[in-house]
Structure formats: C-alpha cells, structure tokens
C-alpha cells in the first residue's frame, strides 16, 4: 500500500523487468495522433510520476487535419470526462437516426441521441491538455503541481527497437537523416494501422485491402440548400443502395466553432473499387488515387489533391446514384478525400512480457462502419492507466482491450462485407448500425476472442 492508501499491482518478476511499477517509469509512446495522445494524458495523471515521451514522426510540430467528422462514442465521452481540462463543449449532438429511399424521402426513423465531434477539435484540445499547445479551438488548462512532464518530439520517425538488459532501446530517424536512441522501461505503439511496432515484432501481420473506399467530405451548413439541411440537421442520416452507402451528420466548424450556421455537414460515402490489392491497383483504383500532381497514394489522398478529373467522375456517379440531398452536398465539397478501407488486427496486444504494448489502430485497425476507432483509442488509454495505477490486474486488461479490439474489429469486416458486396433489405442495415452503437458496457465478449488470454 502506498503512503497516498492506493493499492499498487505488483507486477511478476518478469512483467516490466523486475521494476515494480510505483517507481517512475521511463515511457516511450510511439505514434502523436488521437491514441498516442489519449494515452499521454491518462498516464500523466498516474501518482507515480512516469517520465513520458511521445515521438511522432510527422515533420512539423502539429498534425495536418482532414478536417473530417468522428462519431464521439461511449468511450470518447467518457474519456473526455475523465481527463479535459479545457472545459469547452466538443460536439454537436443528432436527436434522430434515418435513412432515406433514393428520391430523398425517409423510409425510417427512430430517436437515438449521439455525438458528432472533428477530428481537429479532438486533437487539439488533447494537445492542450498533454502539451498545453496553444490554438483557437480551446482554452489551455492550468498546470497541475502533481502531474507528470510530457515530452512531444515531432520529426522522430521509429525505426527500431531492441532488448538492452533490463531496458528497451527505441530508435529513430529524422527527415535530415540523423538517427538518435532512446532508453524506455514501457513502449507503447500508438502508431497507427500501419504500425510500425507492430510490424518490427509481428512482420506477418498484413494490412488489406476491403475491396472499396470511404470518399470523404465536409460542407459548411450555411452552404447548402435548405431542404438539404433539414436532411441532417440535428440528424444522423443514411442511405443505402447496391455498392453503396453513405452517411452524413454535423460536426463542429473551423476552430471547433458550435456555431449554428458555421458547423459543417460531414459524409463518408462508402463505394466499391475492386482491385486484387492495394499495391497492384485496378485502372480505376489507381486513376482515384494518383494526386493532381501525378503522386500515387496508397491508402489516403488526403484533402485538396484528389485530380478534379477523377473527382468530377464521382461528382456524376453521385448524381445518379444518391437523393438528392446527399448528391448535393457530395458535388458541394471542395476538399474532398479518399480513404481505401482496410483490415488489420494483430494477435497480441503484449510483448516483450508486458514492456511492449499496442493500443487503438495500430492493435486493430477497424473498418470506418463500426465508427469505433477513436473510441478504441479512448478505452485502451483508460484501461491501460487503471492498470498501471494498479485498479485491474493483467488479466482482465488482456481480456477487456482483447475482447474489444477482436469482436469490433470481426463486427466491422461482417458490416463492410454486408454492405457493400450483399444485396439485402433496409432492415438488415438498420439491425448492423444499431449493434454497432450498442454500448462498451453491454458487451459480453465472445470465447473465440478472449478464450486464449490468461
Ligand atoms: C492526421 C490524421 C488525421 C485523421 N483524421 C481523421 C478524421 O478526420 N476522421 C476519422 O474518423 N479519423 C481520422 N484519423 C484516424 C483516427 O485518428 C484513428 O482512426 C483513431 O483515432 C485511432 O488513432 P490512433 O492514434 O490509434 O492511430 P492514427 O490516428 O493512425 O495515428 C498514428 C500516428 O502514429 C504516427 N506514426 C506512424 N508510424 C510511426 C513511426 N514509425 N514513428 C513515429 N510515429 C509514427 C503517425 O504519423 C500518426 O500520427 C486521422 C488520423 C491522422 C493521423
């Protein structure tokens, strides 16, 4: 028991070394997004004071934003509650769920209250709370006397990572091509679906590609027509049709503005590209994905450089194929977006007895369906921090993150699959995306995914 009365774990002689885990820790967190983030915030709250660093290879000291939505589920809220202290309003909350028949009418509708946040509001009130860095979207909060430092080193891309003694050694490049090493007692991989820890440790654990892509946009709410907004104002509204589905709710505006009138309509409008795989593209995967200045890109395109040739080809498709209402606000967009849907999961979220641990996409990568990710990513720094304060033991750790990371990642795929490549009545949709929002807390894991943790 420590003097402040918390009850610690004591970890076995080999889980971290033989360091028991009330003494500071030197903590790597690899990867500076939405899960690298999350995790630095829940770990500088611990009493035990770890020494935390994040290395993010991205070149400058801020990530770019796509400016597109998330949905802020359970697990996000919670999170916020928890540890914001920016102490502003994050999202903007749709009363009603529907679908609408291809002339633009709701064929159903039922009430479920949910919250739609941006992914730049959410990393930049994280950011103010890590790192206290300053932006327009939030206040930064105070410092508080007993809270761990958090290193942020941008341009730290992580190359390797080795065994020395009782410590681990990270290593990194820069893009001047300087290499440096840092000593860590626990790494933790926030990098992503594309993982890079993952891939040092499991380099058979293949990212694939789902046989469609999510083209993504936003439109500012006072831009559209107003039979339009009505469509998803305050609503949380789909449509599904052979090949195809697309979705499309409010988010907040620039700077994370509430401001009715300054929020944006966001879409994911999910279309099937087939090709054998992402590296030997389809002809018309490959003409969607090379950039106005000729680059391929593999997963992402990011925003602004689709080619307006490619583009203007979905801007038709969309006014076809959709109501009217989300052909509009498609044609509308002005930085459109593209990203390949993948599968990723790896078999373990421990290495290295423990010092080693993956978390959010780079643990699994989920399929945009599950609208699960940043939840993912919220939950494991959470639980990860309960355990290392020592309020769950290493079992339940397992079987709480397991569980979660192999039945949405498996609901997901079983979602994209019936959606996109099965032909089947609206209600089917309707029973999928209503198990998907079915609370964390209300699952009861299945034994094929946790029947092997111990
Ligand atoms: C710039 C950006 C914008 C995004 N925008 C959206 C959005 O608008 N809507 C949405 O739903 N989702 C978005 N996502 C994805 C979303 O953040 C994740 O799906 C989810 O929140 C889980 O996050 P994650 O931190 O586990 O993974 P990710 O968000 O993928 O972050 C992984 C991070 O690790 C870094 N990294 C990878 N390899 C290395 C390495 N070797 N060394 C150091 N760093 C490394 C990457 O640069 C990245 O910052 C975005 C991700 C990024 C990186």
Avoid at 238 to 245: D, K, M
Avoid at 276 to 305: F, N
Avoid at 409 to 415: L, S
Wanted: glycine share 6%; aromatic share 8%.
């Amino acid at each position: 028991m420590a003097s402040n009365g918390t009850t610690y774990y004591e970890p076995s002689k080999d889980t971290y070394g033989t360091r028991a885990i009330h003494q500071p820790l030197d903590i790597v967190i690899v990867g500076g997004s939405l899960g690298g983030l999350c995790t630095a915030l829940a770990l500088k709250s611990l009493p035990q004071r770890h020494r935390i660093t994040i290395l993010e290879r991205n070149p400058t000291p801020l990530l770019h934003n796509q400016g597109a939505g998330i949905v802020a589920g359970g697990d996000t809220l919670k999170f916020f509650k928890r540890y914001d202290r920016c102490n502003r309003d994050f999202a903007v909350s749709s009363q009603r769920r529907q679908y609408l028949n291809k002339d633009g009418e709701i064929v159903h509708k039922e009430d479920m209250v949910q919250n739609m946040t941006s992914w730049d509001l959410v990393y930049y009130m994280l950011r103010a709370n890590v790192d206290y860095v300053e932006s327009a979207y939030c206040k930064v909060p105070s410092r508080q006397p007993d809270e761990a430092e958090v290193q942020h080193l941008h341009d730290h891309k992580v190359t390797a990572l080795e065994e020395y003694h009782d410590k681990l050694v990270v290593k990194y490049t820069t893009k001047d091509d300087k290499e440096g090493e840092m000593e860590a007692d626990l790494v933790i991989g926030a990098d992503g679906p594309s993982s890079s820890i993952r891939s040092l440790l499991q380099s058979d654990v293949e990212r694939t590609y789902a046989g469609y892509v999510a083209l993504r946009g936003t439109v500012r709410e006072d831009e559209v027509s107003p039979k339009t907004l009505e469509a998803f104002k305050d609503r949380f509204t789909f449509f599904h049709a052979q090949g195809i589905q697309i979705l499309a709710y409010l988010i907040p505006g620039e700077n994370g503005t509430l401001e009715p009138g300054q929020r944006l309509i966001n879409f994911v409008y999910y279309t099937n590209f087939p090709s054998k795989s992402l590296d030997q593209p389809s002809g018309e995967l490959a003409e969607l994905m090379t950039d106005v200045e000729g680059v391929r890109h593999r997963i992402t395109m990011p925003p602004g450089k689709t080619d307006p040739k490619a583009w203007e080809k979905q801007r038709v498709i969309a006014s076809e194929r959709l109501p009217p209402q989300f052909a509009e606000i498609v044609r509308a967009t002005k930085k459109p977006f593209v990203q390949a849907v993948t599968d990723v999961i790896s078999p373990t979220n421990e290495f290295f007895n423990g010092r080693v641990i993956l978390l959010g996409d780079a643990l699994a990568g989920f399929r945009p369906h599950t609208v699960a990710s940043t939840s993912q990513a919220a939950f494991d720094a959470m639980i990860l921090a309960d355990y290392l304060r020592g309020n769950i033991d290493r079992k339940e750790w397992r079987k709480q993150t397991m569980g979660y990371a192999r039945t949405i990642q498996k609901r997901g795929v079983d979602m994209g699959e019936r959606s996109q490549h099965q032909e089947l009545p609206l209600e089917e949709h309707i029973h999928d995306r209503n198990l998907a929002s079915r609370p964390r807390e209300q699952e009861v894991w299945p034994d094929w995914a946790i029947g092997d943790v111990w």
